[in-house]
């Protein structure tokens, strides 16, 4: 069966601003994803983050091809995933917008792969990449994670466009 014929069996794809709202009823936790490349601190604000397998530890991020962050893990194939907890809000917001010098007064340090692990978060992750695949407008990167440290506190979390906090019932 070829390409055309396989298309004929499927409905149309859903209109882009109806998988806009409908996937926007998914709550997902706040996460910055940071890398270094050639001396350049690098990062974006992502809720496309995923456990994949715990043996070995792998996980997924999505980020868009048009940023720098993304070109930066595909040149060094290394990231953090910075969990952020639900006191950063501005935080997430500062690292959501293009072309802003993001790190300015931001207290973080390097992790042991060499990227920007953010201060005061709720946990990180630091990964090296094994895979990366293209879906859409993104960069889909499998990776092994290398260290992992969690602390104490709540998590920011995503919902239908904005930023609120996990309530526990």
Same mark, same amino acid.
């Given at each position: 069966?070829?390409?055309?014929?396989?298309?004929?069996?499927?409905?149309?794809?859903?209109?882009?601003?109806?998988?806009k709202?409908?996937?926007?009823?998914?709550?997902?936790?706040?996460?910055?994803?940071?890398?270094?490349? $050639?001396? #350049?601190?690098?990062? @974006?604000? +992502?809720?496309?983050?995923?456990? *994949?397998?715990v /043996?070995?530890?792998?996980?997924?991020?999505?980020v868009?091809?048009?940023?720098?962050?993304?070109?930066?893990?595909?040149?060094?194939?290394?990231?953090?995933?910075?969990?952020?907890?639900?006191?950063?809000?501005?935080?997430?917001?500062?690292?959501?917008?293009?072309?802003?010098?993001?790190?300015?007064?931001?207290?973080?340090?390097?992790?042991?792969?060499g $990227?920007? #692990?953010?201060?005061? @978060?709720? +946990?990180?992750?630091?990964?090296? *990449?094994?895979? /990366?695949?293209?879906?859409?407008?993104?960069?889909?990167?499998?990776?092994?994670?290398?260290?992992?440290?969690?602390?104490?506190?709540?998590?920011?979390?995503?919902y239908?466009?904005?930023?609120?906090?996990?309530?526990?019932g």
């Amino acid at each position: 069966m070829n390409v055309s014929e396989e298309n004929k069996e499927f409905s149309p794809l859903v209109e882009q601003n109806q998988f806009k709202h409908v996937i926007g009823h998914f709550a997902s936790g706040v996460s910055i994803i940071t890398v270094r490349n $050639n001396e #350049v601190d690098f990062g @974006i604000t +992502a809720s496309a983050v995923s456990s *994949v397998s715990v /043996e070995p530890p792998i996980l997924l991020v999505c980020v868009n091809k048009s940023t720098g962050t993304c070109h930066a893990i595909s040149a060094v194939k290394s990231f953090t995933v910075n969990i952020m907890n639900d006191n950063q809000k501005e935080l997430a917001l500062r690292f959501a917008r293009a072309n802003t010098d993001k790190f300015k007064d931001v207290n973080f340090s390097y992790g042991e792969l060499g $990227n920007p #692990v953010l201060g005061s @978060i709720l +946990a990180h992750l630091e990964c090296r *990449v094994v895979e /990366e695949v293209t879906g859409g407008t993104h960069s889909v990167f499998l990776a092994k994670v290398q260290n992992a440290y969690a602390a104490d506190g709540e998590p920011l979390v995503y919902y239908r466009g904005k930023f609120g906090q996990f309530l526990e019932g």
